[in-house]
């Protein structure tokens, strides 16, 4: 590099899901989630993890709250997606549990997809 040129910056944007920032910041809004929290710190419970980013993780997937309307919103994006055309609740409970834990999570998606009009 000259050093008449002037000095240049290199940045590096990392962009998240604004849905992921929600999730972190309400994950202690659940009750139900408290538990896997306090287990956790107690050091009794090795698949529950806290993970550098802030998140609440159980077997390695993100702990949605049920709070705020995050389960209905999850369930809705999945199974509305145009990626997804709307699956059945066995495949959409597969795609799910990949990357998300959901309290009831089977029972909620069996309920939406029932009540899905298409």
Not at 7 to 21: A, I, N
Not at 76 to 105: D, N
Request: include cysteine.
């Amino acid at each position: 590099m000259d050093i008449s040129e002037p000095s240049r910056v290199l940045s590096c944007v990392v962009s998240r899901s604004s849905l992921f920032e929600r999730i972190k910041a309400c994950q202690y809004d659940d009750p139900h989630l408290l538990v896997p929290k306090d287990t956790m710190q107690h050091g009794d419970a090795k698949e529950v993890t806290v993970e550098d980013d802030g998140i609440l993780r159980i077997q390695g997937r993100i702990c949605v709250p049920n709070v705020y309307g995050f389960h209905a919103l999850i369930l809705e994006e999945t199974h509305s997606s145009r990626y997804s055309i709307h699956l059945s609740s066995a495949k959409m409970y597969q795609a799910l549990r990949q990357h998300y834990w959901l309290r009831r999570m089977k029972k909620d998606i069996v309920e939406y997809v029932a009540r899905c009009l298409n």
